[in-house]
């Protein structure tokens, strides 16, 4: 039972173009969202996160949009560029409930970026 | 700043021998986390510590499987015995604070340890 979905495995875009990723999610308590990115052979890095509380946030190139009502959440990123080659995963956490509070992760998409 | 640091960076051993991953965390983290990343299953928590107390192990696959955090500064991940099904990449991470929406403090991951059992 995959609580954090991101159905498209790659996506291919041009340079200066904008990516768009998108996460579903299926538990409604979920209340905190982020994204990580990760280069081969290194950790994920955290990238940009998103309250529940908020429908956008902003950094830079980067923005993230969360839609509560239809539990999806999206990663834009503008203009896009050839380092932002990577893969991005989708997290959720909620709140603490019986002493265990925890992330849980999309499976990833692989973004292309192509010069 | 040193980030979380994890060893060995790559491991192959046969079935049936013990494995065990390291990981010594940021300073002054008072969280830290194991986690498994598969082809099937992704990215999946195993256990994480608070303080050096495990606090949910509910991702552990299996009795094989044990955790320790002796100290704030170091953490293994040990594997007893080993089976071909528990090649992955294993990652450690560590936080200030449990990813809550009132903390703003992400995890942070080591480069993990790919582990290969034949």
């Known amino acids: 039972d995959q609580q954090v979905k991101q159905n498209s495995p790659s996506l291919s875009v041009q340079e200066g173009r904008i990516s768009i990723l998108n996460c579903d999610y299926t538990?409604?308590?979920?209340?905190?969202f982020l994204w990580y990115k990760k280069y081969p052979a290194e950790g994920p890095t955290f990238l940009i996160s998103?309250?529940?509380?908020?429908d956008k946030n902003e950094d830079g190139r980067f923005t993230v949009f969360l839609n509560k009502s239809a539990k999806h959440l999206s990663l834009h990123i503008v203009p896009s560029q050839p380092g932002d080659s990577a893969v991005y995963f989708c997290a959720a956490s909620a709140p603490f409930q019986g002493g265990s509070e925890k992330l849980v992760f999309g499976k990833g998409t692989k973004l292309t970026v192509n010069p | 700043d040193a980030g979380v640091i994890q060893s060995p960076r790559h491991e192959v051993t046969e079935m049936g021998q013990e494995v065990t991953l390291r990981c010594k965390p940021i300073?002054?983290?008072?969280?830290l986390f194991w986690y498994r990343q598969t082809m099937m299953r992704g990215l999946e928590l195993l256990i994480y510590f608070n303080n050096n107390v495990p606090i949910d192990d509910s991702g552990m696959p299996e009795d094989r499987f044990s955790a320790k955090m002796p100290n704030a500064s170091f953490s293994t991940l040990k594997i007893q015995p080993s089976e071909p099904r528990d090649s992955a990449v294993y990652f450690c991470a560590s936080s200030l604070v449990a990813g809550s929406a009132y903390s703003n403090q992400p995890q942070h991951f080591g480069d993990g340890t790919r582990l290969s059992i034949l």
């Open positions: 998103i309250s529940s509380i908020k």
């Open positions: 538990n409604s308590m979920f209340d905190y």
């Open positions: 300073s002054g983290h008072d969280y």
